[in-house]
């Protein structure tokens, strides 16, 4: 099992999951963060932590957000890894909960 960063962190982008994250499997992109689903250990810290709640474990995807799952084992392979929190964007708390940002993913 693993988890998985899901679309409403699309323009939120908050990193407060980080921060918790002992591993570092958390890869940062334009306007959206992936987890590494070879290097997630399943210890369950970054659920909690995003405001968006956006991250689930791959088991609990609400329904429409299982194509994530693949997301984030390709884009973790593209992006680096984020090892440290850093400011969210200055409109992240405008797009935390809009549905449809799918679309928004900026590779």
């Not at 918790?20 to 659920?47: A, M, S, Y």
């Not at 956006?54 to 693949?70: R, T, V």
């Not at 909960?97 to 993913?105: H, V």
Request: charged fraction near 30%; aromatic fraction near 8%.
């Amino acid at each position: 099992m693993t988890f998985v960063v899901t679309e409403n962190c699309i323009k939120c982008k908050y990193m407060d999951c980080v921060e918790v994250c002992p591993v570092d499997c958390f890869h940062v992109g334009p306007n959206f963060l992936v987890i590494d689903p070879d290097e997630c250990i399943d210890c369950t810290l970054c659920e909690p932590e995003c405001p968006a709640e956006a991250i689930y474990s791959e088991e609990d995807l609400p329904p429409g957000q299982g194509e994530f799952l693949k997301l984030n084992a390709e884009l973790s392979k593209l992006w680096p890894v984020l090892t440290e929190k850093k400011p969210a964007p200055d409109d992240a708390d405008e797009w935390k909960g809009k549905p449809g940002k799918l679309k928004l993913l900026e590779r």
